[in-house]
């Protein structure tokens, strides 16, 4: 069984207060993007020092893999007569193949299409087909299966800056 919680809020009951209240969402809104700019201006700082503690490092990292390949390709016949590999105590080196795959030479994928295309080889061709939700929205058909809908969700979009403490047309506001 699903437990639920309960959440107490107080109402509020006129058009002022519900302008008190959308004065303090945008301020607890600014107040939220500020600490988030500061967050991001720390990330930044640290990856930007992370980073140049890194560079050295993965040059020298670089360095003697190349090292290390340049000795196993020139004694590729005595390090690996029978295998790929070999295992040392501080771990392994050899080659490996990387998984095939399929490069399109000039003019890329579409040449290749057409070239298939006119040669009859439609078994290497993807057809793909895939439902238009575009259409069907704007043309609206009655299909089996097939719902329209559209929510309502409710919104606060509070000013950006200082905004009067007053709601028009309170007894405030006529005073002024």
Known sequence: MKKTRTVVVPVITTLAEANALLREVGATAR???DIELV???QIAKLREDANKQIAPL???QKQKLTQLELYAESNRGTLFPDKKRITLPAGEIGWRFTPPKVTFGKGGAKKVLELLRSLKLSKYIRTTYEVDREALLRDK???KGVKYAS???FYANPCAGDEPDVYPGTRAQQIL
């Open 141 to 143: 058909p009655v299909v």
């Open 58 to 60: 993965a040059l020298a």
């Open 151 to 153: 929510d309502e969700l």
């Open 39 to 41: 967050l991001e201006s």
């Open 31 to 33: 107040t939220i993007t």
